[in-house]
């Protein structure tokens, strides 16, 4: 009877022990702000991005993938401004992957792709503007940080959406004139601020002499011919445009009549 009970339990005990072997292999764990991408066979069946035990088809590949934020620093990258001026400009990246799927077969090593895309987005971010610019108006790299900001975090979205990835902020964290031009720039920025103020201070004391002579004549506190009134101009002006502080000659009339 031993004998006839024998293949009874080998049928029992083989596919059990298959099963046994084969049913942890379905079993993972998602932690937070993970993604668990499935491939069955070469086919993609779906992703598990809520944290928890789970199980899914033994046979198939569980790729992980990280949903966190990430910073992105790029190196210091020489490049032309707008006016050709060599700089040399750095920026980070905040980026995070919110498409699993596409992340991992969409590109190939999506973390390069993000490195390479975000520094060729800032090379051409850098070529549109110049580094400075004497008129306010104008944006520069160095006068607009939020509209710089903007701008690049749009362009390095442009190129990362093929990835399945999100840029929350993209800013620039260095930027310098290259050092073979930094003191003949730094030379000419200070001109620049020279030549800005003096035409300030030209602009104040134009009005400030148009305002005088309007008021002398309102108040009809002197009577100034044209002649008079150019001398007075051109001492205003000599006493409001001077660098150094002007010494008033005052007039008490002649000695002998």
Avoid at 40 to 64: D, Q, T
Avoid at 65 to 93: C, H, M, T, W, Y
Avoid at 214 to 219: K, N, Y
Wanted: hydrophobic share 45%.
């Amino acid at each position: 009877m031993a004998e006839n009970r024998l293949p009874v339990y080998l049928w029992l005990e083989i596919p059990l022990a298959i099963v046994t072997m084969i049913f942890p292999a379905g079993l993972f764990v998602v932690q937070p702000n993970e993604a668990r991408v499935l491939v069955l066979f070469g086919k993609y069946i779906g992703s598990v991005r809520e944290a928890g035990f789970w199980y899914a088809n033994p046979f198939a590949v569980k790729r992980h993938v990280s949903l966190r934020i990430r910073n992105f620093n790029s190196e210091k990258i020489k490049v032309n401004d707008l006016q050709g001026n060599p700089v040399e400009i750095a920026a980070v990246v905040v980026w995070h992957v919110i498409d699993s799927a596409r992340a991992l077969f969409d590109v190939d090593h999506y973390e390069n792709f993000v490195a390479i895309q975000s520094e060729t987005a800032i090379r051409a971010l850098a070529s549109e503007y110049p580094y400075d610019a004497a008129d306010d108006n104008v944006p520069s790299l160095r006068a607009r940080p939020q509209e710089i900001a903007e701008r690049m975090q749009h362009q390095v979205q442009a190129r990362l959406e093929i990835a399945g990835v999100e840029v929350r902020d993209a800013r620039i964290s260095h930027l310098a004139y290259s050092p073979e031009i930094a003191q003949t720039m730094l030379r000419r920025q200070q001109a620049e601020a020279v030549i800005a103020a003096r035409r300030k201070i030209v602009e104040g004391a134009v009005g400030m002499v148009d305002q005088a002579l309007h008021m002398l004549s309102e108040r009809k506190i002197v009577e100034l011919d044209q002649e008079k009134k150019a001398t007075m101009v051109n001492n205003l002006m000599v006493a409001l445009v001077s660098e150094s502080q002007a010494q008033p000659v005052i007039n008490t009339g002649t000695l002998y009549q």
